[in-house]
């Protein structure tokens, strides 16, 4: 199956190149807030105070939300955050996984269910969202710290009949009850992947997991905030089409080419000012 893959170099706040109801799925993982800076003064996160920051993540998800086709699915990676304690402000967690989840819910409830969060535990490879070591007044009570070795994936579906896919497609994306049992578990246990070129990159098996749960062959898949291309690279390998938003991050947007290229090998042609389009030559 030949499949198309589009990257814009933009911020995912206004997406006027994706169709309104022509998305299946909606895969991404949320900027991480004021720890992590992807090195774009126009990032969402970094510089934003919290209600800031979930502003604009709102003006991304209202924007998912036109793209999905009724019955669609948005999902979302998104871990709490630690504060360090400084000057009299003690250590705390803030809950942004419990924020977003309410936020969206709030403003989208006439056009979206939750369906629950899977949690993503792992083996941390960075001290990002609190790490597993030791924290705190160890060996002694009281002032011990629960271990952060753990994300959510927030699940959302669109109301409406979705669309049907043709019985040779169905056919091509059944599973096993294993595989079933497997993949809608509530708890997920792999490793994340080793930060080489981008900050925060998730593992393949995170968004090969949710494109296998929620989308056929053939359907559409949006990130809206693809970093080094780890959704592309998933959709192209399984046979589904795929749209990236990202705004640029390390040195420019010349760097995060560079990235994207090395990731999703088949990424060969020129690109243009805003977006990068590369057919797949399967
Ligand atoms: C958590 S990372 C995504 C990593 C990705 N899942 C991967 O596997 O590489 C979030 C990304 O959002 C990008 N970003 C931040 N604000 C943005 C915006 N307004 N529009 C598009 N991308 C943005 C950052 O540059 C960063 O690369």
């Not at 990676?77 to 504060?83: E, H, M, R, T």
Request: aromatic share 14%; proline share 6%; glycine share 8%.
């Amino acid at each position: 199956m030949t499949t198309t893959h589009y990257v814009y170099f933009q911020d995912s706040q206004s997406m006027p190149q994706v169709k309104s109801q022509s998305m299946q799925l909606m895969l991404t993982s949320c900027p991480y807030g004021t720890i992590k800076d992807y090195g774009n003064p126009d990032q969402i996160g970094f510089y934003d105070s919290i209600p800031e920051y979930y502003r604009k993540l709102g003006n991304v998800w209202t924007e998912s939300i036109r793209a999905l086709c009724p019955g669609g699915r948005m999902c979302i990676n998104i871990g709490d955050q630690y504060v360090r304690a400084v000057k009299g402000t003690p250590y705390q967690i803030l809950p942004l996984h419990a924020y977003l989840v309410s936020d969206i819910m709030a403003h989208h409830s006439d056009n979206l269910v939750y369906l629950g969060s899977i949690i993503w535990q792992k083996i941390p490879n960075t001290k990002t969202t609190g790490g597993a070591s030791v924290m705190g007044s160890y060996p002694y009570p009281r002032n011990g710290y629960v271990s952060y070795n753990f994300e959510y994936i927030a699940i959302f579906k669109k109301l409406g009949k979705d669309p049907r896919p043709s019985k040779e497609i169905k056919a091509q994306a059944k599973m096993t009850k294993e595989e079933w049992r497997k993949l809608f578990n509530g708890i997920w246990q792999f490793n994340g992947v080793r930060q080489i070129d981008h900050i925060a990159v998730f593992p393949d098996e995170l968004a090969r997991r949710l494109i296998r749960m929620f989308t056929f062959p053939g359907d559409n898949v949006l990130d809206t905030f693809l970093g080094s291309g780890t959704t592309a690279k998933v959709a192209y390998e399984d046979g589904r089409n795929s749209i990236g938003y990202e705004l640029g991050f390390g040195s420019g947007i010349d760097y995060t080419r560079e990235v994207i290229k090395k990731k999703i090998h088949f990424y060969d042609v020129p690109v243009s000012e805003s977006a990068a389009i590369f057919p797949t030559l399967v």
